[in-house]
């Protein structure tokens, strides 16, 4: 049917865009010529705007809230109180881990800049002087930052609401400030492990809180369409549909009747996956009104009220033989969640996937503890551009293997080489029982060491140590666990972490895909379609991707903990493999041979024996629509829900080198050499972006990002002028490298990348700056690495003058 | 992060600027850049009943050599100052200065006298007026007058500048030919106010010291002319011990606040590497 004066094999397989080309980003074309569509850009007829009354206590009681003067403010529609949310019983939510969160606050505030009162006006300046004329009698009570004093016997009681309840979702609780204790392992073969090690370490490691700070903060239009009874909710989710689910419980209304739209996201990082009292009150507020209601925060607002991340203070230990060989790992960490449990985690999880701490070790034995604690600071414990809590445990095992090699006097590579998890151990089964699906780790960290010239660098560090200088050698070779993941241990509120694919093939050959995910600057519409055009022999440029309706895609549990990948690109593969099958029978009827007599070759099937006889898919496409073989329906479509069988695991060795001005405590980052194996390579320029993103993201953790509070709950560095954002200049420049060991178990055999950097950065950075003082018997330092910490080490050292 | 509400005047000549100054009293704020001022006003701090844009006043604008004096305008963008020739021949810590503040977008709009009016200690530009026994020339109802930049400053945006006195220009003595200079800030990032920042000029003569200055950026209430440790300069070689006095001298007077920056101890203790760093630059740059 082909003719034979067209491309050869190898042109046709370029045209396609597939996988493992560096093909251009598809939604580049509307972003770089500032066409993009944010939550911000929705503008309805008739919209109004809201925004919040917000506490300047971290805790007081609220004694009386006045609203009179601020309805009286030209422009303002309404204020909302809790009072007013009571009747639909909305003054309260619950939260993704269990809990409820005030959505108003009821009766008392429990961190700075809660949410107090809703007040809805004409337009954004209505509403500001109206938040203003709101006037709140606060009376304050004792404050509790610190998470170690919330559990003190005479502490003082944070949430009365649930006082006296012995679970609040996650666990038994053991102190009115208590939310759960979360233990696993086997404690008594770590114990003696410990009890018979030649050498132990321990260190306290505390995971400052930081937050994603996405560029676009979060945000939604809520608009009720009284007449139909429907709700529309344009937001900046990371899973839409979870979404669409959460407000028809809380809401009471039918789902069907709830259309929840996630337009272009700018950023998420996990910041955009929990649930808000701005959606609510822009809900209720629609209702009430029959209008639509915008509510968009401010930088401040994001910074200190909507999700946070870390703020774990860990406790680690090692044991380990004389030569270094590990023989258990202990953690304990004490996990601040601030005033309400509103962390984002499969819901089993109350530490998210924190039992991947062995890391890349084949450690014998482990145990883990986890305490949650209530503190009066702002809600939240996400994944911040790290599978849940991965970045936690890397950081934690990352640091202490450096903690033992300087103690047992090993060089930082060697002891990695001789603890790591060797290829034959795969499929590998860590002693907290994850499946390992495959991994490299030897061969990984070698390529880096020799790109290096890692002896070359701890000789030139020799030196300087000789002439007073400090120069730091970092490593990190982290293993990631993502692809959240399989229904039978994660869900979201019971709902299984499944993802899917709906394509839909037109009769000129090209196609649309509607995937459960939600791309926030991913690139899914190209490498899904790049997935796609290697499955099916169609270009990628005729594949349209489409994400973030609910009324059109099929449901997904959304993007975060690097799962878009592992998961529903798996589903978009499994769903073009039915139309291939169907396509396989439509081109047997159309060539006249047997199904068994056709094989694929890039875009189409041709006949075993004769290459000329062939039908291309664009052929086989209109065919479905006109030609069909007796007894198949008409038509090219197919839709997969996959479960994953298990996580993929990713990896990664890294290596920093660092300078360090004992004078000013100021630290320069010479080199950072990432290889990143992420199993099969879709798009390689969009992995190098995702790459140079997720560690520009780690360099601000590691350097400078972090949130603060005084003694009386003041939230200290909330906006730009003290957040470390790093501009251009700031950023180091990345090399970055690769080696692909394919996951058996997916489908096209890839494991997702974007959160990678991130977990393996921080470590790599932290372990450089303190390499940089090991020689001076220093083992720890605590993050971020701003110049006046560091330089506080050169004081202690004497070498800060 | 919206203002409130406020009257909105562009008057267009000096005279009317400083009529609608007396006539709002402390209800009326001047705008230059707005790169100050607006960050306040979005957080509400500064709620002015009445905004005097000075945009359209172009006599404000420029840069001239006066007499011994270098004259520049109120309305000079940093920019514009990063980017004169002549400053950069005459006075080249101008430029040095200049292009340490914030970034490109924020220089094109902020104005060197909003810069030195606004009182805030973070501003660069009054330490380095300190540093260059600047004057600013004030213009009110009642005439013209001239403070120098070592008394204009009292507190934190408090200054010798009465609520109707607009400042039209900043007048510099040219520093000696063959003099020293360097502008040592540093700071986390791009963008970000000084942890501790000092201004050097000095002049050199058969090996040693003639004159020196130095003054002291975001390390107190208000920026600080460190008289004495300019004075621990002068008739030395700036060899080690004078470099060392000096840099004592500095963080004697230095009275920063610990904020996300760092601690006090931290910050005093800086104050003195960038003093030290940028006498030993100016030294460099010193016609023997
Ligand atoms: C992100 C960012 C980073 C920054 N970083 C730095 C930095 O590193 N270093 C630094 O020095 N500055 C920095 N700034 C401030 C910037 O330089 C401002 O432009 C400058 O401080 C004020 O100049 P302006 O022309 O913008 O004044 P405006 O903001 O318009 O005014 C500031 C104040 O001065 C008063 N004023 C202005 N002009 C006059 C006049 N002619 N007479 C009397 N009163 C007047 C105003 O009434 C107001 O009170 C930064 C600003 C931003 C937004």
Redesign the pocket.
């Known amino acids: 049917m082909t003719d034979a004066t067209e491309m050869t094999q190898e042109e046709r397989e370029a045209t396609l865009g597939g996988i493992g080309c560096a093909r251009k980003r598809k939604e580049d074309i509307r972003f770089i010529q500032g066409k993009g569509n944010y939550v911000d850009d929705v503008k309805l007829p008739g919209q109004v705007f809201g925004d919040f009354v917000r506490s300047p206590y971290a805790h007081a009681r609220i004694k009386s809230i006045d609203t009179e003067a601020a309805k009286a403010v030209p422009g303002v529609l309404a204020v909302l109180t809790a009072a007013d949310l009571k009747p639909l019983n909305l003054h309260w939510m619950p939260t993704l881990a269990g809990d409820t969160q005030a959505v108003l606050a009821d009766e008392k505030v429990h961190f700075q800049n809660q949410e107090v009162a809703f007040v809805i006006g004409e337009d954004r300046y209505a509403v500001s002087d109206g938040i203003q004329a709101v006037e709140v009698d606060y009376e304050d009570l004792p404050v509790l930052v610190d998470p170690k004093q919330a559990l003190a016997e005479d502490a003082p009681v944070l949430r009365e609401d649930v006082e006296g309840k012995d679970n609040v979702g996650q666990g038994l609780r053991t102190h009115p400030n208590h939310i759960f204790t979360w233990d696993v392992g086997d404690k008594d073969a770590t114990e003696k492990a410990f009890s018979s090690a030649a050498v132990t370490v321990k260190e306290e490691i505390f995971y400052q809180r930081v937050h994603p700070c996405p560029l676009e903060p979060c945000g939604c239009v809520a608009s009720m369409d009284p007449i139909k009874g429907e709700l529309t909710l344009y937001g900046t989710f990371q899973a839409p549909h979870v979404v669409r689910t959460v407000v028809s419980l809380i809401a009471g209304l039918p789902e069907h009747k709830i259309r929840v739209i996630a337009p272009d996201i700018g950023g998420g990082f996990g910041n955009k996956v929990g649930a808000y009292p701005g959606y609510v009150c822009a809900t209720v507020g629609t209702i009430v009104l029959g209008r639509p209601v915008k509510w968009v925060e401010g930088r401040i607002d994001n910074l200190s009220t909507t999700a946070f991340a870390r703020d774990y203070h860990m406790t680690g230990e090692l044991a380990a033989d004389s030569h270094g060989r590990i023989t258990a790992i202990r953690v304990h960490v004490l996990a601040d969640h601030g005033a309400f449990n509103a962390h984002a985690q499969p819901t089993k999880w109350p530490a998210g996937l924190f039992s991947i701490v062995t890391g890349s070790y084949d450690i014998p034995a482990a145990h883990i503890e986890v305490d949650g604690v209530y503190t009066n600071k702002a809600p939240g414990g996400v994944a911040y551009r790290c599978s849940f809590r991965v970045t936690e445990a890397s950081y934690l095992i990352e640091r202490m293997v450096d903690v033992l090699a300087q103690k047992v006097g090993l060089d930082k590579a060697e002891i990695r080489l001789k603890n790591f998890v060797t290829p034959e151990q795969f499929p590998y089964t860590s002693c907290l029982d994850w499946e390992y699906d495959s991994g490299d780790y030897h061969t990984a960290l070698n390529k880096v060491l020799e790109a290096v010239d890692y002896r070359g660098l701890r000789r030139e560090q020799e030196e300087k140590r000789r002439n007073g200088e400090l120069m730091g050698i970092g490593i990190a070779t982290f293993t990631e666990i993502v692809g959240a993941g399989p229904s039978r241990n994660c869900d979201i509120l019971g709902i299984g972490m499944f993802d899917s694919c709906e394509i839909r093939i037109h009769p000129t050959g090209s196609a649309i895909a509607r995937l459960g995910t939600k791309s926030q600057g991913q690139g899914h519409e190209t490498t899904y379609a790049q997935i796609l055009a290697t499955e099916l022999g169609i270009p990628s440029d005729d594949i349209t991707v489409e994400e973030g309706d609910t009324d059109t895609a099929p449901y997904g549990l959304g993007t975060y903990g690097s799962r878009s990948t592992p998961v529903a690109g798996a589903a978009a593969a499994q769903a073009a493999r039915k139309i291939k099958a169907k396509a396989r029978k439509i081109a047997a009827h159309m060539l006249e041979v047997g199904e068994k007599d056709l094989e694929w070759e890039v875009d189409r099937f041709k006949v075993k024996g004769l290459p000329e006889k062939a039908a291309t898919m664009k052929e086989i496409a209109f065919a479905a629509y006109q030609n069909l073989p007796e007894g198949l329906e008409p038509g090219l479509e197919a839709v997969n829900y996959y479960d994953p069988p298990n996580f993929t695991y990713p990896f990664g060795a890294y290596l920093c080198v660092v300078d360090v001005d004992r004078l000013t405590g100021e630290v320069k980052v010479r080199r950072f050499y990432a290889l990143d194996d992420c199993g099969t390579r879709i798009n390689p320029m969009v992995i190098e972006g995702q790459v140079h993103g997720g560690l520009t993201e780690a360099f601000a953790i590691a350097m400078g990002q972090e949130l603060t509070f005084d003694e009386t709950g003041n939230i200290q560095g909330a906006s ?1 002028m003290d957040y470390f954002l790093p501009t251009a200049v700031e950023t180091p420049v990345w090399e970055t490298d690769f080696t692909v060991t394919p996951s058996p178990h997916h489908p096209i055999g890839a494991k997702g990348v974007g959160e990678s950097p991130n977990v393996g950065g921080v470590s790599a950075f932290s372990n450089a700056v303190v390499d940089a003082f090991a020689h001076l018997g220093v083992s720890h330092m605590p993050m971020p690495h701003t110049p006046w910490r560091v330089w506080k080490q050169c004081a202690a050292l004497g070498i800060g003058e | 992060m919206i203002p409130g509400a406020f009257e909105y005047h562009r008057p267009t000549s000096v005279d009317e600027a400083i009529a609608l100054m007396s006539q709002h009293g402390d209800e009326g ?11 306040m006003m979005k957080l509400r701090l ?1 709620e002015p009943g009445h905004l005097i844009d ?1 945009r359209d006043l172009d006599s ?1 604008r420029g840069i001239q050599p006066a007499g011994r004096c270098i004259e520049i305008g ?2 000079t ?2 920019q514009e100052v990063a980017v004169s020739e002549l400053l950069a021949e005459a006075c080249p810590i101008l430029r040095e200065a200049a292009l ?4 490109p977008q ?2 094109y ?7 030195v ?4 200690p ?4 009054p330490a380095v007026m300190q540093c260059l026994d600047a004057s600013f020339v004030l213009r009110g109802p009642q005439g013209e007058r001239e403070v120098r930049a070592r008394d204009f400053y009292e507190a934190a945006y408090f200054t010798a ?1 009465a609520e109707d ?4 220009a900043v007048s510099i003595p040219i520093p000696p030919a063959g003099h020293g200079y360097a502008y040592e800030k540093l ?1 986390r990032k791009v ?4 942890t501790a920042a000092a201004a050097v000029v000095l002049t050199m003569s058969g090996g040693s010291c003639e004159s020196a200055s130095i003054a002291l950026t975001n390390v107190g209430q208000t920026p600080l002319f460190a008289e004495a440790a300019g004075q621990a300069l002068v008739g030395t070689k700036v060899d080690e011990a004078a470099v060392a006095r000096a840099v004592e001298a500095a963080k004697d007077i230095a009275e920063p606040v610990a904020d996300m920056r760092g601690p006090e101890e931290y910050r005093t203790h800086v104050t003195g590497v960038m003093v030290r760093r940028a006498v030993e630059r100016a030294l460099t740059r010193a016609r023997a």
């Open positions: 730009f | 704020r001047v705008i230059a850049g707005g790169h100050s001022l607006i960050p500064a000075l404000l109120a309305m963008t940093q340490l503040i914030a970034d924020v220089r709009c902020g104005t060197l006298g909003g810069n009016a606004n009182g805030d973070g501003n660069d530009m500048r006195e607009l400042v039209t700071k963008g970000d106010y000084a």
